[in-house]
């Protein structure tokens, strides 16, 4: 596909929001195939909405940061709210069956995952190496994160399962697998412009490990 095309723009009339038409467990795709609601892709383009909600209080987080006098972070905001759009061309894709795909319907493409890496990289730049694994924290904006990156984990293992048994892009995988890598730097980063310390992983931290260290 020619990356600099547009998408078509959505055609909706969402004037009632309740229709009745999934009270028996089932659901409709775009091309108006009937699916139960636990089927794969349901779960697959659900987990990715759901994982656009906790970009969505990501977002937020980084607006009271904002407001609490963190001026720096505000770079961090249009960067989330754009993975939102994203993140809906996505779920636009995985609610269709390949059979029913339009050209210009709006897909995540290869100069999504591009712009990860590239901001991962500018990122990356400015971190000092990790010795240790991270623990989630330190910061509201650093859990919110962190939450977010695990959803898009499972989101991702939903697609590669979904894959198995029938065609999916292989650029929906990889954004998902790199986009997981980005809230993860993201976190690191966020971190870093608000003077939060990173809680390392300390394996002798846990009970066992201050048992053990203590008198015989």
């Not at 779960?43 to 006098?69: K, M, P």
Request: aromatic content about 6%; some cysteine; glycine content about 6%.
């Amino acid at each position: 596909m020619n990356m600099e095309q547009t998408f078509n723009e959505p055609r909706l009339a969402l004037n009632r929001i309740y229709t009745k038409g999934g009270d028996r467990g089932e659901t409709s795709l775009v091309g108006g195939q009937r699916l139960p609601k636990d089927a794969l892709r349901i779960e697959a383009y659900g987990t990715v909405d759901e994982l656009n909600a906790f970009v969505g209080a990501a977002c937020f987080s980084v607006e009271e940061l904002v407001a609490a006098q963190h001026p720096a972070i505000l770079e961090l905001s249009p960067i989330l709210k754009r993975v939102q759009h994203e993140l809906f061309n996505l779920g636009s894709i995985l609610a269709t069956l390949p059979e029913d795909v339009h050209p210009k319907q709006p897909r995540v493409t290869q100069a999504d995952v591009d712009r990860l890496e590239a901001e991962m990289d500018a990122c990356q730049g400015a971190l000092p190496a990790l010795r240790s694994f991270v623990l989630p924290g330190g910061s509201r904006l650093n859990a919110d994160l962190h939450v977010t990156r695990t959803v898009c984990r499972r989101a991702e293992r939903l697609l590669v399962a979904l894959s198995t048994t029938t065609e999916v892009d292989p650029i929906a995988i990889a954004y998902l697998n790199r986009l997981s890598d980005a809230f993860f730097v993201w976190s690191r980063w966020a971190s870093a412009l608000l003077g939060a310390e990173e809680s390392l992983w300390e394996p002798n931290k846990s009970a066992t490990g201050l048992a053990g260290s203590g008198p015989t």
